[in-house]
């Protein structure tokens, strides 16, 4: 549920803090100079944000409750799987609190958008953008054709099925999702050996995280080398794909470039 506010804002909020990755990218785009003072410090990872360069400019917080409240917001922004507690107690404290959900589906962009925009008093700022995102969409989007099989294959063999953002972007750029034919809805692992037997025409996978990782081995794995080698295989930053922005449209755009570099 958007917009669960803990008491009604009658001004745009002066000071705002956001202890969600998703919506620290959302304040940055929508809030106005000053307005915005802190965001998580998971906005500044470039491993899993878009714009972890913009969010040198704030204060970083790990959305401690204490931490946030010292900093005297009037709106807090945050997921509805963020920080439980600390959103608990800001609110039992008097702090007004707006949650988004993750996003679903490329349409949930201009909704998120929206909400931010008005919890802000900068709806004219999202009224753009969500115009900007959806003609960027439209010209991306896949037209007639057949859907070309694609595989998300991620670190302990996580992928992604039905009901998920990912999900979506496959299939607007013309994809079926062999997580979702495998019958997941939303993550879950797949077992290499169904991915294998499945011969995707695209595998597409995150880029590695520096060090080394058990979880990553599996990325090494010669039967998913061999897979690679007889399809076409995509490496792809995770900012790109976690959070409902407008800059989701460059997930959109590598997997419309990828189907079409596919044989028709």
């Known amino acids: 549920m958007l917009g669960l506010l803990a008491g009604p804002l009658m001004a745009a909020p002066a000071r705002v803090v956001s202890v969600n990755l998703c919506t620290d990218q959302l304040a940055m785009l929508l809030a106005a100079p000053g307005q915005l003072v802190s965001v ?40 509805t799987y963020t920080a439980r ?55 991306l989007r896949a037209t007639g054709g057949r859907a070309a099989t694609a595989a998300l294959y ?17 299939a607007v750029t013309g994809f079926a999702n062999v997580g979702a034919t495998a019958g997941l809805t939303g993550g879950g692992n797949l077992p290499l050996e169904r991915l294998v037997m499945a011969a995707p025409e695209l595998v597409v996978t995150s880029a590695p995280y520096p060090g080394a990782s058990r979880s990553e081995e599996i990325l090494r794995h010669p039967a998913l080398g061999a897979l690679r080698d007889r ?26 470039d990828a189907r079409k570099a596919l044989a028709p």
């Open 40 to 79: 998580s410090h998971l906005a500044g990872d470039p491993r899993s944000s878009v714009m972890a360069a913009e969010a040198a400019g704030y204060a970083a917080n790990r959305g401690g409750a204490e931490e946030v409240f010292l900093m005297r917001p009037d709106l807090v922004l945050a997921g």
């Open 85 to 139: 507690a600390s959103v608990g107690l800001l609110r039992r404290l008097g702090v007004p609190v707006v949650e988004l959900p993750p996003a679903n589906r490329l349409s949930d962009v201009p909704v998120h958008l929206r909400a931010v925009g008005a919890a802000l008093g900068q709806e004219a700022r999202a009224e753009a953008l969500v115009a900007e995102f959806a003609a960027g969409l439209e010209a």
């Open 154 to 170: 991620y670190p302990n063999g996580y992928t992604t099925g039905a009901g998920t953002l990912a999900d979506d972007i496959l």
């Open 231 to 256: 399809a076409a295989a995509r490496v792809v930053s995770d900012g790109d794909w976690i959070c409902g922005i407008p800059q989701i449209l460059r997930a959109v755009a590598g997997m419309a």
